[in-house]
């Protein structure tokens, strides 16, 4: 069976791209490697969006709450609410390993299931929803693979009176130094750079400003991690050489999209930068027919495309294709 379109990825940008799919008349199916919306599934648990509610909305459901930023509980129910509304055709736990375009025009698509099975997928279009939360900027360092090392932080009760370091200097680093400190952890914040991110929420920074000042809050400025043991994460600094102790290591150094996948299929990356070539206004690729839509298109610039503004291209996409199939 040839569908019109398989969209990759069931995040807010995969959802709005399968809603405007629906309703072009488009025969199309999601496919999703993990759970709905698996981006925001795997943010920390108490997370609080840094928007307001009207710019997570997708398919002109309103996203209700009574607070003036939504938690990512709330967005969860309501991505939830969104797919049972439209009827959404997705099936999950099947990622993507490989797309081909044919002479004729047709992608063929290969998927994997957790239990090993292996499927080929055709459609005469594919948008990749794909984000990037789940590839973590690797340090390359020994020590990083180890059991007490992990890029997502999710909850601070774990770590109770155990000694923690972040490695990160942008806001995730700082929102789970907070919480780990409040829950009665000793963090350590471990930053490359001599300040704090400019990308902080405006009501954190003072907060982890004044907590690193009163020495609730460890920080190491300018310093780079050499190297991870079960015990010890090894520092370059200002003053040289430091074993800082650590029951656990958090690093949080910020993520990027599977640009192999891209390249394999044809797209174009561009090699430093790793953003996919793309055309602004209709998110194909140079590859024909096969778009880019939310996060995966902003190569290593991942703080420029969020749900706000990733929401809007797949609308754009599926004009384009509703008009060639038509």
Not at 113 to 118: F, I, K, L, M, S
Not at 299 to 311: H, K, L, W
Request: glycine share 8%.
């Amino acid at each position: 069976m040839i569908r019109d379109v398989l969209i990759v990825g069931a995040g807010p940008s995969g959802l709005a791209t399968a809603i405007a799919a629906k309703q072009a008349g488009l025969d199309y199916v999601l496919v999703e490697k993990g759970a709905l919306v698996n981006s925001i599934f795997h943010f920390p648990t108490h997370m609080v969006f840094f928007t307001t509610p009207e710019l997570l909305e997708i398919g002109k459901l309103p996203l209700t709450t009574p607070f003036e930023k939504p938690t990512r509980l709330e967005a969860l129910r309501y991505y939830r609410r969104v797919v049972d509304t439209y009827d959404l055709s997705i099936s999950f736990d099947e990622t993507v390993v490989s797309i081909e375009r044919e002479d004729d025009g047709v992608f063929v698509i290969e998927t994997t299931t957790p239990r090993g099975d292996t499927r080929l997928r055709q459609a005469r279009a594919v948008v990749l929803a794909i984000g990037y939360y789940d590839r973590p900027n690797l340090l390359g360092v020994p020590g990083e693979d180890l059991p007490h090392v992990s890029h997502y932080y999710t909850d601070a009760h774990p770590y109770y009176r155990k000694r923690v370091v972040i490695v990160g200097g942008k806001n995730s680093a700082a929102e789970a130094a907070l919480e780990l400190y409040r829950a009665g952890a000793m963090p350590t914040l471990v930053h490359r750079h001599a300040t704090l991110g400019d990308s902080i929420k405006y009501w954190v920074r003072p907060d982890i400003e004044n907590r690193i000042k009163e020495g609730s809050v460890g920080a190491r400025f300018e310093s780079h991690v050499v190297a991870i043991t079960p015990s010890v994460v090894t520092l370059d600094g200002p003053g040289g050489r430091e074993d800082l102790p650590a029951e656990a290591v958090f690093l949080l150094t910020g993520y990027c999209p599977d640009v192999e996948l891209m390249r394999r299929a044809g797209v174009h990356c561009h090699a430093e930068t790793l953003a996919p070539e793309i055309n602004p206004d209709t998110f194909e690729t140079n590859v024909p027919n096969l778009f880019i839509v939310g996060g995966a298109m902003a190569g290593r610039a991942t703080g420029s495309i969020f749900i706000e503004n990733g929401r809007f291209h797949g609308e754009k996409a599926v004009a384009e294709l509703a008009e060639r199939f038509r």
